[in-house]
């Protein structure tokens, strides 16, 4: 055999083991993708409220304590821990676009929620203070609210989980 088909050979080979591991990687991304989908949405259901845009600076009324829709401001909030509040609109508007958002007191064990935050390897996810909070943590998804009295690591990942990507809307954040 000649170098030169030797070499395409080995060239057809290689080319044949990246398709195929490829293809098996992406099939498993969809398999696990699609056991997330199958699961049902964490969290009281909250009644549509709308997803009108308004003008930046302008308040609008909300059924829910932190908002889980209604209307909300063109822009949306970056994914990320913010160490200060961030305006309602913004982030409803981020949870139109699947965002989950991790609501907390500022007196909550915030180095706790940040590892629990940060160990789940949802990317459309918020975590932010509030200061009217009614309890220490709550978590938001389009049209979804779990309160919670105490830190509950099991529930926090599995809404973090479950409901992040579920929105109306599939955008970048």
């Not at 993708?33 to 964490?42: A, D, I």
């Not at 389009?142 to 099991?154: H, M, S």
């Amino acid at each position: 055999m000649s170098k030169e088909i030797k070499i395409i050979i080995a060239a057809t080979a290689v080319t044949l083991v990246i398709l195929i591991g490829a293809i098996w990687f992406l099939s498993s991304q969809g398999a696990k993708e699609e056991t997330r989908l199958s699961k049902p949405l964490v969290g009281e259901v909250i009644a549509d409220q709308g997803a009108d845009h308004i003008p930046e600076s302008t308040t609008s009324a909300y059924l829910t304590n932190p908002p889980t829709g209604g209307s909300h401001y063109a822009k949306s909030a970056p994914a990320g821990i913010y160490d200060k509040e961030v305006p309602d609109g913004n982030l409803i508007h981020s949870m139109e676009h699947g965002a989950v958002i991790l609501w907390y007191k500022e007196a909550s064990d915030s180095p706790r929620l940040k590892s629990i935050f940060t160990s789940v390897p949802a990317s459309k996810k918020i975590m932010v203070p509030r200061a009217n909070l009614d309890v220490p943590v709550a978590l938001t998804s389009w049209g979804r609210l779990l309160k919670l009295q105490t830190i509950d690591e099991e529930q926090i990942k599995s809404f973090l989980e479950t409901n992040e990507n579920r929105g109306p809307e599939k955008a970048p954040l």
